[in-house]
Nanobody, 125 residues
């Protein structure tokens, strides 16, 4: 599977953005999907994940309650709705995929084999 993230940009603190990650290839519904981010000079960190069956989600403590992950298997796309953005959310956001099974409820935070290019999110006044 090939992944392409988009939707980043410059937003003021307190604002919102929605990132999209479009997947090419077959069997998108069999992949657990996740978002990661990497700020300058920092290590990449887990942000959020959604299971292949769409029934389970996971969030980093730093974004829980502000970010929402979702997926539309008909469009082969996973989304990250980001609200109440803070300057510390500034980073390059990347999507990742891990092959599971259509019925899988797993939300892995690591071990993803497929990665897309990142999209820059800058939160600044």
């Amino acid at each position: 599977v090939q992944l392409q993230a988009c939707g980043g940009g410059l937003v003021q603190p307190g604002g919102s953005l929605r990132l999209s990650c479009a997947a090419s290839g077959r069997s998108f519904g069999a992949y657990a999907m996740a978002w990661f981010r990497q700020a300058p000079g920092e290590e990449r960190e887990f942000v959020s994940a959604i299971s292949a069956n769409g029934g389970s989600t996971d969030y980093a403590d730093s974004v829980r309650g502000r970010f929402t992950i979702s997926r539309d298997n008909a469009k082969n796309t996973v989304y990250l709705q980001m609200n109440s953005l803070k300057p510390e959310d500034t980073a390059v956001y990347s999507c990742a995929a891990e092959l599971r099974h259509y019925a899988s409820a797993a939300v892995p935070r690591e071990g993803h084999h497929y990665w897309g290019q990142g999209t820059q999110v800058t939160v600044s006044s």
